[in-house]
């Protein structure tokens, strides 16, 4: 049988992300090795050129499951029909600039994609924003899209599971593919909370593992939240191949499903679970399954975990506060 192509469209196609991404996309990585793609590339007009460039790499690749490659710096024109939407492109925090002024010019990006995804996506859209601020860009574009489910728009926080799996990895000389269970709570920020208490190392208690809340308090969190601004400094810019990875992972596991007994981390509207005000796209431990995804529910939260799930909330609320403030949502 043959299938009908999936369209995903993929903003700042020709930015650092995307170079990193839509290569992977092509190849069947992202949502499955049997599921042929269109790729819909939305740049501003000086990323058309790169953007250009790159769809002429693709090209040269002779993906087997690439079905074609439209170029556009139209939002309606990028999103029409799309089935998945990686928004990626976003307005870096240049030296001087407010946390206001960064809102606000990326307001300006995802208030616009936000209507052109409600006006023109497919029915069965899902979105993930990349570009930071990702949790408060992806509530700024859902706002503008009253007709999508709320459900349907999240925001990364798979790089900060991966990277925290890694670290536990580490300490622990386990195997990446021995630990299950890990959760980032919170916002895409040096506030969010990696948690290890409900975790397993082959099927054994992470935190009881380690035993060592000193080194979780004092290391593990700070490394795992500081990582983004970590990578910045020893790299010149900001990770890509590393989030590009991310943005794969979450859309594939949104997709395709959690394993078995494990969860992972993903930015999503609350539903009021964990204390978590409604509304507010915060990271929560999710399964997945034929699609959709549901929050983990019944985890004890001890004292340790709530004091950083909530200062992590309260930045996602002051952030909403400052967005609404500024006429975004
Ligand atoms: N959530 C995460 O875990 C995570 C991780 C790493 C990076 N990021 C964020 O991802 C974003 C992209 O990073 P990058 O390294 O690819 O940046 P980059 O500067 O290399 O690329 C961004 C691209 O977006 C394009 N762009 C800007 N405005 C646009 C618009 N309105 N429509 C379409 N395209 C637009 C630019 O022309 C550029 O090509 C940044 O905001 C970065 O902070 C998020
Ligand atoms: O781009 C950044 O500010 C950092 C990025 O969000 C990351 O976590 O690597």
């Known amino acids: 049988m043959t299938r009908t192509p999936v369209n995903v469209t ?7 992300i995307g170079y990193a991404l839509l290569f992977r996309i092509a190849s069947g990585h992202l949502l499955g090795a049997d599921v042929p793609v269109k790729l819909r ?20 690749c002779a993906f087997p499951l690439l079905r074609g490659i439209d170029i556009f710096d139209d939002p309606n024109k990028g999103f029409e029909g799309a089935n998945v939407a990686l928004l990626v492109g976003a307005r870096p925090r240049t030296k001087g600039m407010e946390r206001g002024d960064l809102l606000s010019a990326n307001g300006g990006i995802f208030k616009p994609q936000g209507k052109a995804i409600n006006d023109n996506a497919a029915d069965d859209i899902k979105i993930l924003v990349v570009g930071n601020p990702a949790n408060t860009n992806a509530l700024i574009a859902q706002a503008a899209a009253p007709d999508v489910p709320a459900e349907r728009f999240t925001a990364m926080t798979r790089l900060d599971h991966n990277r925290a799996i890694s670290q536990l990895a580490k300490k622990t000389g386990a195997p990446v593919t021995d630990i299950k269970r890990l959760t980032i709570w919170g916002n895409h920020s ?48 900001s990770s890509a191949a590393s989030a590009a990875n991310a943005a794969i992972d979450h859309v594939h596991t949104w997709v395709n499903g959690t394993a078995e007994g494990d969860w992972t981390s993903m930015g999503i509207p609350s539903d009021g679970s964990y ?27 001890n004292e340790f975990s709530r004091a950083r799930i909530d200062a992590s909330v309260r930045e996602l609320a002051e952030e909403r506060d400052a967005v609404r403030e500024l006429g975004l949502i």
Request: glycine share 12%.
């Open 275 to 301: 204390g978590v005000p409604e509304g507010l796209i915060s990271s929560f431990p999710v399964t997945c399954k034929d699609g959709k995804y549901e929050i983990v529910q019944g985890l004890d939260v």
């Open 10 to 16: 993929v903003t700042g196609a020709a930015g650092q």
């Open 190 to 237: 040096a506030t969010q909370y990696p948690d290890i208490f409900h975790a397993e190392i082959a099927g054994k208690n992470a935190a009881e593992v380690v035993g060592d809340e000193q080194w979780l308090a004092d290391t593990f969190i700070p490394t795992v939240a500081k990582r983004g601004a970590a990578i910045i400094e020893a790299r010149g810019a």
């Open 41 to 60: 590339l939305l740049e501003i007009p000086q990323g058309l050129k790169a953007a250009e460039g790159t769809a002429m790499e693709l090209d040269d």
